[in-house]
């Protein structure tokens, strides 16, 4: 019988909501998960579960480096946390009290093995391990500028570019090379680093990506959300700030703040979508304050019906806030099937529109003859909601009023998120009614620019937006792309040969 990787027939990324029937429209995509622990018994498990709970953040790829404070070892592969550490027998293999990890979705280079997190190099200090979450912008310039100076590449990561330029950094020590390397790149990282006695975590000055620090007895760990703190048990001691670097070895732990101040930029994106709900990022729960934004989407657009229901799940506490605000009750009306892996195959006759089909099940006895209020986090290209509507109506919906609780997406973001380009983000070219129409609803409402930032906490804080306002907080080079460190390049090929070598 012939059979087709479902996430083949739509693109070549793997999609973390839809897993792998993928158009690449039913949301924006996560970045990178990281983690880190220094000092425990089990670093290398608590960095496994601290990975677990970050598995939103990245599907394609993960690994672990640890250090016994001789050396370091690793394991990484392509694939879910739970099958790159499959064979537990890894865990005696990845020695020491000190970790670090990384999940992966692409948002600069290709999915390819060479690609997979953390990265690995030989600093003249010793061997050295890096983890990154958020893009940066810089990286073609720097690329040039490393590759005219002899610099040969691993990967097509622009994480390894931080790398290279702290090798050929002229300062003394590894602190002061790595701030030498972190002062020239622009845009969004949250680091976590490895070497022999030491765990390193850094985050940009502007802040786009979420880091916390976490406490417990005897042991410190920094990971990109909350969550992976609660599961290891340890305390949120507080976020690594803006622009702070985190230097935690057998001293204990200290902190250096050494660029200039910049305006806080965090992603506001973050709580809309990316981050779960159980996390607390950016000093707020998320939970909290995803409510609130489905309160504000009720103040913006009332409208009368019978029932709220959201998207599963990421819409769901959203959802929650618009039924409280609106008076309206919350029923349950769309099922999601959790288990499609990654591996999902079908019948090549299999359409589109049961792909939908396969992921989401109306329950037709809530839906007959109600008038229901839709509550989705983001519409992209459209084309998976569009679906959605179908489903609805042909299970009885009598009329469907979708709310969103995102302004229009009419930018891509360049600061770790995936998005398609401007051309293919349904709202860069459709007005409200007309993209009312195309996703065949009675009625759409999409939360305001205004209502966003009154809804998110605010206290201190600036948010980034640019992809609701298209007003960029940092100057963005013309072309910069995912693949910006292979096109053109002969980079390109080295890595195909190095993910053919991994794979033999
Ligand atoms: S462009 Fe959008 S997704 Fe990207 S950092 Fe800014 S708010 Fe977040």
């Given amino acids: ?241 803006p622009g702070e670097i985190v230097i935690i070895d057998d001293a204990g732990l200290r902190s250096i703040k050494p660029f200039p101040e910049h305006n806080k930029c965090l992603c506001i994106f973050e709580y809309i979508y990316f981050s779960r709900p159980d996390s607390i990022i950016f000093g707020e729960c998320v939970d909290k304050t995803r409510r609130n934004i489905g309160r504000t989407l009720a103040e913006e657009y009332p409208v009368e019906a019978d029932l709220v229901i959201s998207v599963p799940d990421s819409s769901n506490t959203a959802a929650l806030g618009y039924a409280n605000a609106s008076g309206i009750p919350f029923e349950i009306g769309l099922i999601r099937n959790h288990y499609i892996g990654r591996t999902f195959i079908h019948p090549s006759q299999v359409t589109r529109d049961a792909k939908v089909r396969i992921k989401f099940n109306p329950i037709k006895g809530v839906l007959e003859g109600k008038r229901v209020v839709v509550v989705e986090d983001s519409v992209v290209r459209g084309t998976t909601f569009k679906k959605i509507t179908g489903l609805l109506r042909n299970a009885g919906a009598r009329e469907v009023h979708l709310r969103v609780s995102s302004p229009p997406i009419v930018s891509p973001c360049f600061y770790g998120m995936d998005f398609p380009t401007r051309e293919e983000l349904l709202a860069s070219s459709m007005d409200v009614e007309k993209i009312r129409r195309f996703l065949d609803v009675d009625t759409l409402g999409y939360l305001t620019l205004e209502g966003l930032h009154k809804s998110v906490p605010n206290a201190g804080n600036t948010y980034c937006d640019a992809c609701f306002s298209g007003r960029y907080p940092t100057s963005i080079p013309d072309n910069l792309t995912k693949k910006s460190l292979e096109v053109g390049s002969p980079n390109s090929h080295l890595i195909d040969a190095l993910s053919l070598r991994y794979k033999s």
């Fill in 1 to 241: 019988m012939e059979m087709e990787m479902l996430h083949e027939t739509g693109c070549d990324q793997l999609c973390s909501r839809c897993l792998n029937s993928c158009d690449h429209d039913e949301g924006p995509h996560e970045e990178c998960g990281v983690f880190a622990i220094h000092e425990h018994e089990n670093a290398a498990e608590m960095t496994y579960l601290g990975l677990y709970a970050l598995q939103h953040r990245g599907q394609e790829a993960s690994g672990i480096v640890t250090s016994d404070g001789k050396d370091l070892y690793h394991h990484r592969d392509m694939g879910l946390v739970s099958e790159v550490f499959a064979d537990q027998g890894v865990f005696r293999y990845l020695k020491g009290s000190s970790a670090i990890g990384h999940n992966r979705y692409s948002t600069t280079g290709s999915n390819k093995i060479a690609n997979v997190q953390p990265l690995l190099a030989a600093d003249r200090e010793g061997p050295v391990a890096i983890g990154h979450n958020g893009n940066l912008t810089n990286t073609r310039e720097l690329y040039n500028e490393l590759i005219g100076n002899g610099a040969i590449f691993q990967s097509t990561l622009d994480s390894e570019i931080i790398v290279h330029l702290v090798a050929m950094s002229r300062k003394e020590t590894f602190e002061e090379r790595l701030v030498d390397a972190l002062s020239r790149v622009e845009g969004a990282y949250c680091l976590v680093i490895l070497t022999k006695d030491k765990v390193i975590a850094a985050r940009d000055p502007h802040g786009f990506r979420p880091l916390c620090l976490g406490k417990t007895e005897s042991s410190w760990a920094v990971a990109s959300e909350s969550c992976a703190l609660d599961i290891i048990g340890s305390r949120h001691f507080r976020d690594v700030e």
